[in-house]
Every structure is written in structure tokens, then in C-alpha cells.
């Protein structure tokens, strides 16, 4: 949810919305709040936002016979596809159903100032008159999210995260919620989990404040989700610690390497074993608790719904940058063309120094001369790109020329459609290969039955890729979104105290 520009999968067979039950428990000093994940829908939203260390000093592991020490959510899991849990604001407490998010930094929740939105009309709104806690702020905010917009202006009050309750908090008042994405959530509103730097308004984080005021001992909070919808329980949020039943062995940990989405650097991606080389040189990656699905570069992307057999959209530019020049590529790749250079060489984009950019458009007339002449127009740089990524690959494999241009074709019918997403035959899980990604120098698997999304049982059962296509530009970008999926699979440690990301196998 916390990445601003982070592509969407919509208009899909199914959706994954967030629905959230919530029931709250004391067990020596813990405290447990029900969350659930909703049915699927018609439609999917999904927040579309190594080289690391291994830290040999990980957090203690939280043992739920301590007393004082942590606040647990628990949660609730349907279809595997998103988790939340409920908080309340106000006293006495108004409730409100919310998505914990480590992808943004600010909570918000609907105003009863919010007249004309719809979404605002469908879920509980905080009425501030009802607060003997509220203080006035009055400072304006506006979010921009993959999937929507919110805007509003500050308040004050206290925030309750199950039996923590979190003085004079700083939260943003909902007034306008547009557009169709919050009107068919059942959630209520988020409840930022990232760092300061990327809160709207530099209000402090839930979690900062949680710190400050002393109701967590340690700086550190864990996520355990269940990929087993058929549990009752759907998953483990701890702050304060990490729960020892709920993972395996040990965390590899990874140093944050830029503070506000929790980033870090990822090494390469292997697919059915074998290396891509896409990120051997290094590309930065996000722990995100806000995204269902697992969202890298569009020409990774498409490499693996190539290897899983994924339906997306046919690209004609990359037909179009195949048929012209791929034979070309070909020959540059083999006489040891730097590849980074390629595509300026043959002039479809401009080097700058580090990489190949569209050399964007002089004027209207030189845009269109361009389209005339090559089919290609500005679009062609990426495609280019995308091209020599793809036969350096083949060739590192010792393929023919023939085969990997027939290869270089088919994977332009695999890139994702527009909007990122692609579905599977759900007959042919056992075949697919699995995908891996490489952190603090260990490999990570996910098998097949962990990377698809299935809906529905027999003949009616579709199957949904757990990978979608997101293009962020250097310096910021490559950038890989790790999701549910990746979470799902790997218990995820977030330290805030050490400014480090550490995954262990989830138990």
C-alpha cells in the first residue's frame, strides 16, 4: 500500500480485498486481535510498492510466558490473500478495521467530515466530537496510492493496537476517498508500519510513538503469516519481538540500505535453478506486508511467466524490436559489446554513463518520422533493453542464434499485460520450475504451490501468477516488492533498533 507508485493488478477473475474480524485476548502480558482475510472478488487490488550481512546478533526471540514484553496481533487467513486486524481511536474507542502496513508510515481512517465520497458513506467514520482524547491539528494531507488516493487533514488522539494504548498519536482524517478502490474494500483504513521519512506530513509512525512512550521494550516488531486458509489462525504480528514457534533455524539478516520503505539489496534470481544474471550485479528490494503478490522488473517478470507457462499480453514494440534487430543484439552480445551500450549503439536509446534511456521526443514531427520509419517509437529503448537481457541469458546457456531468437519472441508474448497481471492452468503446477531470489548471499526458494494464487475448487479453480511487473528507475530502482507471497513463505523480522530486514523459514 506504501509505495506511491507501485503498479496494481486490476480487473482479474478474482480479488483479494481486505476483510478484518477481530477478538482480543490477555495471556501473561499479551494481547491477540483477530484479523481475516476476505473472499475473493471480482476484482484483485494489490498494493503494487543480496548483498547484504548476516547479522550474527539477531533480536531476542519473544516467549509468549514473558510478561509485559510484546503486543501480539494475531490473524486470520482467507485464500492467502491479505491480513489485517483492528485498532480503535478515541475514548471511549471508536473501532475500525485496518491494513498493517510496512510499505507507507501514516494511519488513516474515515472522517464523519467526509460527505461525498462514497467509500465514506460504506465504512465507520472517527467522529472526533465523540473523543473526551481528541485534540484539534488541523494540518491538510493527501496520500497517493497504486490503487487510489486519499485526503483529509490531522488529528489527535489516542490509538489503541490491542491493549497498547498509544498517546496523542498523530493520524490523518479521511475526507476524501475517490474512485472505486476504497468503496469496495472492506478495510476501513492503514496503518503505516514504514519509517518517518516517507510519512506524509513527517507525522510519527504508529510504531515510532509505541517506542517513545515506552509501551514496547524492544525496537523490533515480526510478521508470521499462515499460507494455510484452512487454519483458524491466519497469522502472528508481534511488536516487541519475534515469536520462536513461527520459524525455523535461523533469520539471514540484511542491513536497510535506505531508510523509508524497508529496503535492501538483493542479488540474483534463479529460475528452475539456473540464474538470470538480472540483479547479479545488485538491485534493491522492499519487505512489504501491504502487497499480496511479489513485484519485480517487467523483464524478470517475463522471463518467469515464460518458465510458468503465463498468459499476459503480447507487446508488438518488442515484436516489432525483435524482428529488426535482434540479429543485430545477437552480434554485438558476441563480438563483447558492453551491454549496457547496445541499444544506444543501434540507436533506440541514449547512454548516459550507466545505462541505456529513452532518448525521448525532440518534437511532434520527430516523433512521428520515428514511428514511420522503424515501428518502433519510444517505446523501442525499453524493449531493446529488455531483448539483450534476454539473449545474454541464452547465450550463457550455449543456445543457437535460431533458438534464441525464436526464444526472444516468445517471451514478448509472456510480458504482462498492461496492468501487470497473468493467470496460469492450474493442471500444470507440478511442472513449473522454482523461483528464487538471493539475499544476504543465501537462496531463498518458492515452489510452485507457494508463488500461484489459487480460487476456487475443480473445473471452476483459477490460478493466478504471484508475480507482477513493476518498473522503478534507477537510482531507486531495479526494485523487487516482496509481498505476501514472499513473506508468506519466510518469517520476516523487522529491526528497527539495528536498521535490519531478517527472513528465516516460517513454521
Given amino acids: 500500500m506504501g509505495i506511491y507508485t507501485r503498479t496494481v493488478a486490476v480487473s482479474l477473475v478474482v480479488t483479494f480485498l481486505l476483510f478484518f474480524s477481530a477478538s482480543a485476548e490477555r495471556n501473561d502480558g499479551t494481547v491477540r486481535v483477530g484479523l481475516k482475510k476476505l473472499k475473493s472478488d471480482p476484482q484483485i487490488h494489490l498494493s503494487a510498492r543480496a548483498f547484504g550481512s548476516h547479522e550474527e546478533n539477531p533480536p531476542r526471540a519473544y516467549n509468549l510466558g514473558d510478561s509485559g514484553d510484546a503486543d501480539i496481533v494475531t490473524l486470520k487467513n482467507y485464500l492467502d490473500a491479505q491480513y489485517y486486524g483492528e485498532i480503535a481511536i478515541g475514548t471511549p474507542p471508536q473501532k475500525f478495521t485496518v491494513v498493517f502496513d510496512t510499505g507507507s508510515s501514516n494511519l488513516w481512517v474515515p472522517s464523519s467530515k467526509c460527505y461525498f465520497s462514497i467509500a465514506c458513506l460504506l465504512h465507520p467514520k472517527y467522529k472526533s466530537s465523540r473523543s473526551s482524547t481528541y485534540e484539534k491539528n488541523g494540518k491538510s494531507a493527501a496520500i497517493h496510492y497504486g490503487t487510489g488516493a486519499i485526503a483529509g487533514f490531522f488529528s489527535n488522539d489516542a490509538v489503541t493496537v490491542g491493549d497498547l494504548v498509544v498517546k496523542d498519536q498523530e493520524f490523518i482524517e479521511a475526507t476524501k476517498e475517490p474512485g472505486l478502490t476504497f468503496v469496495v474494500a472492506k478495510f476501513d483504513g492503514i496503518l503505516g508500519l514504514g519509517f518517518q521519512e516517507i510519512s506524509v506530513g513527517n507525522a510519527a509512525p504508529v510504531w515510532y510513538n509505541m517506542l517513545k512512550q515506552g509501551l514496547i521494550k524492544e ?209 500444470q503446477l507440478s511442472t513449473m520450475p522454482t523461483v528464487s531470489l538471493t539475499i544476504g548471499g543465501k537462496v531463498f526458494d518458492l515452489a510452485p504451490h507457494e508463488y500461484i494464487l489459487k480460487v476456487g475448487e475443480g473445473a471452476a479453480a483459477q490460478c493466478i501468477s504471484g508475480f507482477i511487473a513493476l518498473d522503478v528507475a534507477p537510482p531507486r530502482g531495479p526494485l523487487w516488492i516482496l509481498g505476501d507471497v514472499f513473506m508468506g513463505k519466510y518469517h520476516t523480522v523487522f529491526d528497527f533498533g539495528k536498521a535490519q530486514v531478517g527472513f528465516a523459514e516460517a513454521a
Fill in 219 to 427: 525496537p523490533v516488531f515480526s510478521f508470521w503469516l499462515n499460507r494455510n486458509a484452512e487454519d483458524e489462525e491466519g497469522g502472528e504480528l508481534v511488536f516487541g519481538g519475534v515469536d520462536p514457534k513461527h520459524f525455523k533455524g535461523q533469520h539471514t539478516y540484511v542491513p536497510v540500505t535506505q531508510k523509508g520503505y524497508w529496503q535492501f539489496d538483493m542479488g540474483d534470481v534463479l529460475i528452475g535453478g539456473a540464474p538470470t544474471g538480472y540483479c547479479e550485479s545488485g538491485c534493491s528490494a522492499i519487505a512489504d506486508s501491504g502487497t499480496s503478490l511479489l513485484a519485480g522488473p517487467t523483464t524478470i517478470i517475463t522471463m518467469i511467466n515464460h518458465a510458468i507457462g503465463a498468459s499476459g499480453v503480447a507487446s508488438q514494440q518488442c515484436k516489432t524490436v525483435v524482428d529488426q534487430y535482434g540479429q543485430t543484439i545477437l552480434d554485438l552480445l558476441l563480438s563483447e559489446t558492453q551491454p549496457k551500450k547496445i541499444c544506444s549503439q543501434i540507436g533506440l536509446c541514449t547512454f548516459d554513463g550507466k545505462r541505456g534511456v529513452s532518448m525521448g521526443i525532440e518534437s511532434v514531427v520527430d516523433k512521428e518520422n520515428a514511428k514511420l520509419s522503424n515501428g518502433v517509437g519510444d517505446a523501442g529503448c525499453s524493449a531493446c533493453e529488455m531483448a539483450v537481457v534476454w539473449i545474454q541469458s541464452q547465450l550463457r546457456q550455449n543456445m543457437t542464434q535460431e533458438r534464441i531468437l525464436d526464444y526472444v519472441n516468445e517471451l514478448c508474448e509472456r510480458i504482462p499485460s498492461p496492468m501487470g497481471e497473468s493467470a496460469v492452468d492450474c493442471a
